[in-house]
């Protein structure tokens, strides 16, 4: 073990804190909350759903596995920064406390493990909607293995040089010596930056070749409207992340070039980037509710079909609407319907001189000749969806209301009487 560097002012147990810091700390920890429980309300859904769909269909969905993998790194950073609640407490910041080591590991493993996580869901998507490619359950099981082991490996390096003293006051809360340049710089932000420019690179190349696709008629109109959307709403994804991490990580990095920042910058900081959290759990429910929120588990070779953009109408795929107009007809039209009954046939006019033909069988029976069309393609995520929902909602509560229904059914195909 090493040599831990003393205390300093800076280091040291900070007796109380500034009055002014008070409420910048308070909303430091009241995000965190909001990210925590967020994180972990989505995280319970995702574990439930994810043992319902293992235990009807016999598998799972990569994509839903790798949210709860971020939720799990949103929940360690979110607690990282909502245990300021103790210094609140306090009203000092005490570097002998446990939670100031706890903190400390917390801030390294959730600040690590969700920028690898957002990269790695990049470049999934990438794979899937791109290059329609996905891992073997094994080589996906064993990925996420081994990106754990490289956060919590890399994490563990200041604890195995140091031990217990590994983390002191940083500022406002607890974290690296900051004398420790290098080891803040080669087990944190190194990493920080490569995910941040990552994810940035992979979400531009997914918009780009999106983008070509359009433009070169790879998709038909209706899937180039949806594609475009889509394509829109995945610019999203790297800028939360890049806007929520950058601002800690350029104080931290001002910090290291003998210009550290105030305290009211760095729980400015400290606010944004514990806001990963709640931000990710609206972000993903909002554009991918079809993989969390469906009772089947979604197939993994869906790929763009599993993005639903939440601000434009998707329409209604299935079912049938009748509309019925009556437009006064022109005088044109009166003399040739006039025409058309002395013959016992019926034409409604339209403004574009198509018609349905009414098929004159008697003075008082009519039968109209409709055409359907049928068109076969492959059912997407959002139309099996729909299904279920329209079937929850047919579906008789009790037998009572069963068999009213079916009565009432009844009814509705009793023909009128016409009279004499």
């Known amino acids: 073990m090493v040599p831990a560097p003393p205390l300093d002012l800076e280091s040291k147990t900070l007796p109380e804190l500034p009055p002014h810091i008070h409420p910048w700390l308070r909303a ?19 574990a439930y759903r994810l043992v319902q769909w293992r235990i009807k269909s016999k598998r799972t969905n990569q994509f839903v596995i790798l949210i709860f993998n971020l939720l799990w790194a949103d929940i360690q950073q979110s607690l990282a920064f909502l245990l300021n609640v103790e210094w609140l407490r ?35 998507t990438f794979a899937s909607v791109i290059l329609d490619y996905r891992l073997k359950p094994r080589c996906f099981f064993l990925s996420i293995v081994a990106m754990w082991a490289f956060i919590y490996g890399v994490s563990a390096i200041p604890v195995g040089m140091f031990a217990e003293q590994a983390y002191v006051r940083s500022g406002i809360w607890c974290w690296i010596h900051h004398d420790l340049k290098d080891l803040r710089l080669w087990t944190h932000y190194v990493w920080i930056f490569i995910f941040e420019f990552g994810n940035v690179i992979v979400y531009a190349i997914i ?8 433009r070169s008629g790879y998709y038909t109109a209706e899937e ?11 610019v999203v994804y790297p800028v939360v992340y890049v806007v929520c991490t950058l601002p800690l990580a350029s104080a931290r990095m001002a910090a290291m070039s003998k210009n550290p920042p105030s305290l009211a910058r760095l729980c400015l900081s400290g606010a944004m980037i514990t806001s990963n959290g709640w931000l990710d759990v609206l972000l993903y429910t909002l554009t991918r509710r079809i993989m969390i929120f469906s009772d089947e588990p979604p197939a993994d070779d869906n790929g763009i079909d599993t993005f639903s953009a939440f601000w434009s109408d998707s329409g209604k795929r299935f079912g049938a609407a009748v509309k019925i107009e009556a437009d006064l007809p022109s005088r044109a ?17 339209s403004r574009d001189d198509s018609s349905e033909d009414l098929c004159g069988l008697g003075d008082k029976d009519i039968k109209m000749v409709t055409t359907t069309h049928v ?17 929850r909602r047919m579906r008789p509560r009790t037998p009572t209301g069963r068999w009213s229904e079916e009565s009432a059914n009844m009814k509705e195909l009793e023909l009128a009487h016409i009279p004499d």
């Open 333 to 349: 039209a009166q003399r040739k319907a006039a025409r058309s009954r002395n013959r016992g046939l019926v034409s409604l006019p």
């Open 224 to 234: 180039a409207k949806r594609v475009k959307a889509i394509s829109n709403l995945m």
């Open 375 to 391: 068109f076969s393609e492959p059912a997407h995520p959002a139309d099996v969806e729909e299904m279920e929902a329209e079937a």
């Open 28 to 46: 430091v920890v009241t995000l965190g909350f909001l990210s925590f429980i967020a994180s972990v309300t989505l995280i319970f859904l995702l």
């Open 90 to 124: 306090l009203d000092s910041v005490v570097v002998e406390n446990p939670i100031c080591f706890a903190q400390g590991w917390l801030v390294s493993t959730g600040d690590l493990a969700s920028g690898v996580w957002c990269f790695v869901i990049g470049l999934h």
């Open 207 to 214: 918009y780009t070749i999106l983008i070509q696709r359009i």
